[in-house]
C-alpha cells in the first residue's frame, strides 16, 4: 500500500533553506534593552511578573498574589473560584457525594449556576446524544489520516468538524452554545480514536476501537475508549473525572483562554476558534508541562540506582538543576507557577486523591518521589541559587503522577488537558461575544530603521 504520511521533505536539507535560517535570525532578533526602553510589556507580563490587565471576566478567578502600595508582589495561599464558587469546596462535595462532577462544572462554566438534579440530568443527557461522531467522520478523518501528534489530529478534527454542520458560521449566543455542546460530547470519541489511529499506523500495535457509551461520563467514556479492553475501575474513573475538573478553567489570562478570546474578538468560526486554542495548548511551556513530569519520573527511575536513597535523589536533582540530567533544561517540572507562589490548590486536592491511587495500584514508590520533589527539591535550589523564592508544587506533579499511575499513555496527556479546558474555552468564547464586542488589536512599535530602496542592478 502507497502512503503519503511523513514523506521527506525535498526542502529539508536544503543549503538555500539553511543559509537563509541562519540570515533571518541575525535579521529578526531584537536588543533585549530595546523592550525597556520602549516600555514593552514583553510576554504582556508587567516588571513585576504580573500579568497585564487586558480583560475582564465573570467566568474563574486565580489568586496567588497580592500586590502592595509598591507595587510588590507578596506571596498568599493559592485559591481558584469558578463563576465565585472555591473549587476547594466543589471537589469536596463529589468526593463526599462520591459522584462524578465534570459534567456539572462543565454546566456551572457554561451557564453560570450551578444545576439542579433535573438540569444536570437534562444536561448529562444532552452529551450522551452527542457522544458519538458523525457518520463516517471517525473513517474518513481520523483513522484514513493518522497522524503521529494527537494534538495536530486534534485541532485537524475539530476544522474538519465545520464541514459537518449545517450552520457553522453563525455566531449567534443560541448557535454557538450548540456548536459548544457538540464538541463536549464529541472529544472523548475524537482523542480515543486519534489515539487509536496513531498506535496502529505509527506504533504498528492492534486496532482497539469502541463506541461511546451515552449513559456514561466523559472520564469514564475516555478510560473505555482507550483501553484494549475497555474496562476500568472507579477510582481510576474518579481521579480521572478529578483531574477533568481541576483543568477545565483557568481564568481569561492562560495563553489559550485568552487565544479564544482574542480568536473570536476577530467574529470567525467557533471550530476556527477552538482549533486555535489547541494550537496554544499544544506549545511545551503551556499545556506539556505534564508530559515533562511523565518522562523526568521515568529518566529519574533509569538514572538512579535506590529512588528511596534520598542522597543519590539529592545528586540527581542537583544535576538536572545544572542541565546535566534530564532533558538538559535546567528546570525541575511540577514545580512553581506564573501565578501561584505559595500553593497550588488544584495540587493539594489533586494529591489527596492520587494517594488513595497510589496505594490501591501499588506505586507509592513513584508518590513518594513526588512528594520528595514537593518538600525537598525548592531547598536544593535555593541553596544552589541563593534563590529565596517559593516552589510550591503545582497541578502538573501530581496530574502527571495520576496519568502515569493510571497507565495512560504520555501521548494522551496533552490531549487530556484540552478535553477539561474545553469547557473553559467554550465559556470564555460566549463570554467575548456578549460582553467583548470588539476586535483585539495590541500594538508592535516597528523599529527597522527607514532605508533608501536600491535597484537590482545596484544591489550584490
Not at 462535595?93 to 462532577?101: A, Q, V
Not at 475508549?225 to 492562560?254: K, V, Y
Request: some cysteine.
Amino acid at each position: 500500500m502507497t502512503t503519503f504520511f511523513n514523506q521527506p521533505s525535498e526542502l529539508s536539507n536544503n543549503l538555500f533553506i539553511k543559509e537563509m535560517s541562519d540570515k533571518l535570525i541575525g535579521n529578526d532578533e531584537i536588543p533585549s534593552d530595546l523592550y525597556t526602553e520602549y516600555n514593552v510589556k514583553r510576554g504582556l507580563r508587567n516588571a513585576n511578573g504580573t500579568g497585564v490587565l487586558v480583560g475582564l471576566t465573570k467566568i474563574s478567578h486565580v489568586e496567588g498574589y497580592k500586590v502592595n502600595e509598591n507595587k510588590e508582589k507578596i506571596a498568599i495561599p493559592g485559591k481558584l473560584y469558578y463563576r465565585g464558587y472555591d473549587v476547594e469546596d466543589i471537589v469536596n462535595s463529589f468526593i463526599k457525594e462520591r459522584r462524578f462532577g465534570f459534567e456539572e462544572v462543565t454546566y456551572l462554566l457554561l451557564f453560570g449556576e450551578l444545576p439542579n438534579k433535573k438540569q444536570l440530568e437534562d444536561f448529562q443527557h444532552l452529551l450522551g446524544e452527542r457522544r458519538e461522531l458523525p457518520r463516517g467522520f471517525a473513517w474518513d478523518m481520523i483513522l484514513v489520516a493518522p497522524s503521529s501528534s494527537l494534538m495536530n489530529k486534534l485541532a485537524r478534527s475539530i476544522l474538519a468538524l465545520y464541514s459537518y454542520d449545517s450552520n457553522p458560521d453563525d455566531t449567534s449566543i443560541e448557535n454557538v452554545l450548540r456548536q459548544s455542546i457538540e464538541l463536549i460530547g464529541y472529544f472523548p470519541s475524537l482523542i480515543a480514536y486519534a489515539y487509536q489511529a496513531k498506535r496502529s499506523f505509527y506504533d504498528n500495535e492492534s486496532l482497539h476501537l469502541h463506541y461511546p457509551v451515552p449513559e456514561l461520563g466523559t472520564a469514564e467514556n475516555i478510560l473505555r475508549m482507550i483501553r484494549p479492553t475497555g474496562e476500568f475501575t472507579q477510582l481510576e474513573a474518579h481521579l480521572l473525572d478529578l483531574s477533568l475538573i481541576l483543568h477545565a478553567e483557568h481564568g481569561g489570562g492562560n495563553n489559550s483562554s485568552f487565544t479564544t478570546h482574542l480568536v473570536s474578538s476577530s467574529g470567525t468560526d467557533t471550530y476556527s476558534t477552538i482549533a486555535a486554542a489547541v494550537g496554544s495548548l499544544k506549545g511545551p511551556r503551556h499545556g506539556g508541562a505534564n508530559i515533562k513530569v511523565i518522562n523526568m519520573l521515568a529518566d529519574l527511575k533509569a538514572n538512579v540506582k535506590d529512588p528511596a536513597n534520598e542522597k543519590q535523589l539529592e545528586e540527581y536533582f542537583r544535576k538536572v538543576l545544572k542541565g546535566e540530567a534530564n532533558d538538559g533544561s535546567g528546570l525541575v517540572y511540577g514545580l512553581g507557577h506564573a501565578i501561584y507562589t505559595l500553593s497550588d490548590p488544584r495540587a493539594i486536592l489533586l494529591k489527596g486523591m492520587a494517594k488513595k491511587l497510589a496505594e490501591y495500584k501499588g506505586c507509592e514508590e513513584d508518590f513518594a518521589l513526588c512528594e520528595y520533589i514537593e518538600n525537598k527539591v525548592p531547598d536544593i535550589y535555593r541553596e544552589m541559587t541563593g534563590e529565596d523564592k517559593p516552589m510550591p508544587a503545582n497541578v502538573d506533579l501530581y496530574s502527571g503522577f495520576v496519568y502515569s499511575a493510571l497507565d495512560i499513555p504520555p501521548d494522551i496527556a496533552t490531549p487530556l488537558f484540552a478535553t477539561a479546558r474545553l469547557s473553559g474555552w467554550c465559556a470564555h468564547r460566549l463570554e467575548e461575544l456578549i460582553a467583548g464586542k470588539k476586535l483585539m488589536r495590541p500594538a508592535y512599535m516597528g523599529i527597522q530603521p527607514h532605508r533608501d530602496f536600491i535597484e537590482m542592478y545596484k544591489r550584490k
